[in-house]
């Protein structure tokens, strides 16, 4: 065993969170290492995950928006897929995105060690033969698909990693699980001509999002999908030798059996934990595998931190990158703490949905009173240009103090747009603030303010009648 040199900060995964760890570390002065079991840094939202799907999906709404000129009077020919040119469009996003991150590394001097990582003690980690001491450690080693029981091991069964591989467009693609992963998938496939059926566990899909939020997306994926089964499970899958699958399914009343090409599992992730030899240390999991940490991102251990999917939902880059930024800077000496009022969700389905702070279905469940402001984008110039008539903007406010609780968006660039509230949010915005400050026009964006004025029953794009009053 090779003994390698003593680092002040040692960070366990280069994606979003890890990266962002280890630069943030740099900067503020340590020595850091960063380690990663594969070559390529930027993790699976970078490699496998949110940057390549984004590429797909952007051909997808393309190939739908050039449908829909059709009706307007540019009649495009069908598409020709080239698939493997799609898979080098996609594969030179990442590429030049590893570079960069490479790049960044080299310049702060951060050192990267490829391998996995795997601990020995609470000061002590193992990496191939190398034993490497710490001052402080960094766990970001992320999240890996679930599989559900009984599945066959079958090429034709596909988890988010291989089916962005895009090795061939099924005939038909059943997609388990209606969340996040399963629809933004099944779109790109549909697009690319797969037949996509959807089985989904739970009674709606995208459970956790409010209905009218995912309402103009379903009826999309209605049109767009063979079928939607909810409340179903799949119980069987069975190989058959034509190298299809035949799949089991059952919904409340019977079991009914279909064949499909291939199946997509996309039933949610689970924690890195079992990879790091983690009983070697003191740091504690939960039930499900979860690293525990305070709000300062320290597990039990007080030199070893943990950041992003394997602390815990919500599993997004962008709550790893700031939990990885804290982290790095508690190690460093800053009273930094995870205090983030909010992390917005987005899925980048079409239409794309977001939502940010307080739901109502979590409002109805809480007991806790909020009033609304909603502004249909059926009176938004913009969305009408858009073809996006459908979408949304709403905005929950305290009812006594006018402050934003929370808010959804449904419609193009719903993720772009829920940033705003998403600041109001964290900034202790009233609804005034956010009805007097000037948005421009025509914009998506202004619909944040119309949602505001809608409120305070300011708006002039639409006629709200006044309650009559009882005498009146
Ligand atoms: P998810 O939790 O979003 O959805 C999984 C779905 O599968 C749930 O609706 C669940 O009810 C259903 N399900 C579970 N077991 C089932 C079964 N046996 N049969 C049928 N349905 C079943 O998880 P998903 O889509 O796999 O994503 C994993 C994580 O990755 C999520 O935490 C998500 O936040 C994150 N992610 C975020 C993205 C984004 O921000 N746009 C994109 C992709 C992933």
Known sequence: ????????????????????????????????????????????CLNRGCIPSKALLHISKVIDDANHLSSVGVVFDAPNIDLEKIRSYKNKIITQLNTGIAQLAKAR??????????????????????????????????????????????????????????????????????????????????????????????????????????????????????????????????????GELKVFIENKKETNTYVFERVLVAVGRKPNTDLLNIENTDVKIDENGFISVDVYQRTSVKNIYAIGDIVGNPMLAHKATHEGKVAAEVVSGLSSAMDARAIPSVVYTDPEIAWVGLTENE????????????????????????????????????????????????????????????LALEMGSDAEDISLTVHPHPTLGETVASAAEMFEGTITDLFIPKKKKKND
């Not at 390698?4 to 900060?9: A, E, L, R, S």
């Not at 001052?135 to 559900?148: K, L, V």
Request: aromatic letters at 6%; glycine letters at 10%; proline letters at 4%.
């Open 1 to 44: 065993m090779v003994e390698n040199k003593h680092w002040d900060v040692v960070v366990v995964g280069a994606g979003p969170g890890g990266y962002a760890a280890a630069f943030r570390a740099s900067d503020l002065g340590k020595k850091v290492l960063l380690i990663d079991r594969d070559k390529a840094l930027g993790g699976v």
């Open 109 to 242: 001097k951060v050192e990267f060690l490829c391998g996995a990582a795997s601990f020995l003690s609470n000061n002590q980690l193992l990496v191939k033969d190398k034993k490497i001491s710490f001052e402080n450690c960094i766990i970001a080693s992320g999240s890996t698909s679930s599989m559900i029981p009984n599945l066959p091991d079958h090429p034709s069964i596909l988890t988010s990693r291989t089916a962005l591989n895009l090795d061939c467009i099924p005939g038909s693609l059943l997609v388990i699980g209606g969340g996040v992963i399963g629809l933004e998938l099944g779109q790109v496939y549909s697009a690319l001509g797969s037949k996509v059926s959807v089985v989904e566990f739970m009674s709606e899909l995208i459970p956790g999002a409010d209905t009218d939020i995912t309402k103009p997306l379903v009826r999309k994926l209605k049109k767009q999908f063979e079928s939607i089964m909810l409340s179903s499970k799949v119980v069987k899958v069975e190989a058959l030798d034509n």
């Open 363 to 422: 409002a109805q469940e809480q007991g806790i009173k909020y009033e609304l402001g909603e502004f249909p984008w059926a009176a938004s110039g913009k969305a009408m240009i858009l073809n996006a008539s459908q979408g949304k903007t709403k905005i929950l406010f305290d009812p006594e103090t006018k402050h934003v609780l929370g808010g959804g968006v449904v419609g193009p660039s719903a993720g772009d747009i829920i940033s705003e509230i998403a």
